[in-house]
């Protein structure tokens, strides 16, 4: 061999070498499926998800990549959750509701008219985050943080005013005992429906109300179908954002250390404030389009706290697990909260 020939041999041995090293690297890279029932244009996908896509590539220097699923395009979020759960997706953000199937006391922050303001409930949320990822990890999912859902009104063809307006009919309940018993102490028939099977339901008479929230009210349709919004504000809707218990640990140290920092960069209160943001101007567009809005006076929202607030008792004993004693650090979380304000 000349030493041109093994010049050119060596370089061509380098440049081989560098291009595996390079695939190699490419890689190395660690996807992880983020399941989201969310449509495109709403605020949960833009900004905050794709944002976080970008901010876990940033922190982890491009060795772990978010690959999300929006729109329900692995399923309702009452069978990505539980999957999870199982390992079969990685990862995902859910309403509370969603959330409690895996942690049924979790739907006890939904109590209906529990909280006497949105600042009260925030406070006592981010309270219970401790008990929460400690029930959570139970179920094999880590709490990664909380994210926002808004605040629960009443939809259908036709205003709600009081709590009779709502007695004998259909409702579409999340799939809670909390939600449930909502709908049956109000005189309603509740029947779970997952969110993205709710305005087919509208339509073909499964249903004749719901509870939601404007932020998925709008963008998904939903009002194409039940065009009138009763803000009777039941409760303030959390969301979580779960990662798979035993894919997180098997990260690598740095990977674990990356995907905190992600999430850490947009803080609970911020993520509140972009979606509440939101919803005046949803509101506003919905009765541009023809929709609309109807709003009890105090007494007439009086009647429906009036008409829930006794069946709290009922619904922490309907809910199982350690519902009790998680109702319990619910209140001390209020009372503590109580003190600040």
């Not at 491009?62 to 999300?68: C, D, V």
Request: proline share 6%; glycine share 8%; hydrophobic share 45%.
């Amino acid at each position: 061999m000349t030493r041109l020939t093994g010049a050119i041999f060596a370089a061509g041995t380098f440049l081989a070498l560098a291009l595996m090293g390079g695939a190699s690297a490419q890689q190395a890279a660690t996807e992880l499926r983020y399941t989201t029932g969310a449509p495109e244009k709403t605020p949960w996908v833009t900004p905050q998800l794709r944002r976080f896509e970008t901010d876990v590539a940033e922190e982890s220097g491009g060795k772990l990549k978010i690959a999300s699923f929006i729109n329900a395009q692995l399923g309702n979020e009452q069978d990505t959750v539980q999957q999870v759960a199982r390992g079969r997706i990685d990862m995902g953000g859910f309403s509370n509701g969603a959330v409690a199937l895996l942690a049924p006391e979790l739907a006890l922050l939904g109590l209906p008219f529990f909280f006497k303001n949105i600042a009260e409930q925030d406070c006592a949320v981010d309270a219970m985050t401790k008990p929460v990822s400690d029930l959570l990890a139970k179920k094999g999912v880590k709490f990664l943080g909380w994210t926002e859902v808004g605040t629960g009104d009443i939809v259908g063809k036709k205003p709600f005013l009081v709590p009779a307006d709502v007695k004998g009919l259909k409702a579409a309940s999340a799939a809670n005992k909390v939600s449930a018993t909502m709908w049956a102490t109000l005189g309603a028939n509740p029947t779970p429906i997952g969110i993205t099977e709710i305005a087919s339901a509208f339509q073909t008479g499964l249903t004749d109300v719901n509870s939601t929230v404007v932020t998925f009210y709008l963008p998904s349709g939903l009002a194409k179908v039940a065009p009138v919004l009763s803000r009777v504000e039941l409760a303030d809707a959390p969301g979580i954002i779960l990662i798979n218990k035993g894919v997180y640990d098997k990260l690598p140290a740095v990977e674990r250390a990356a995907l905190d920092k992600a999430v850490a960069r947009r803080s609970a209160t911020q993520l509140r404030q972009e979606i509440r943001g939101f919803e005046a101007t949803l509101r506003d567009m919905h009765v541009k389009a023809g929709g609309t809005i109807a709003t009890p006076t105090p007494e007439q929202r009086e009647l429906w706290r009036k008409a829930l607030q006794p069946a709290w008792p009922k619904m922490v004993q309907e809910v199982g697990g350690d519902a009790p004693n998680f109702y319990k650090q619910m209140e001390a979380a209020r009372a503590s909260c109580e003190k600040k304000s």
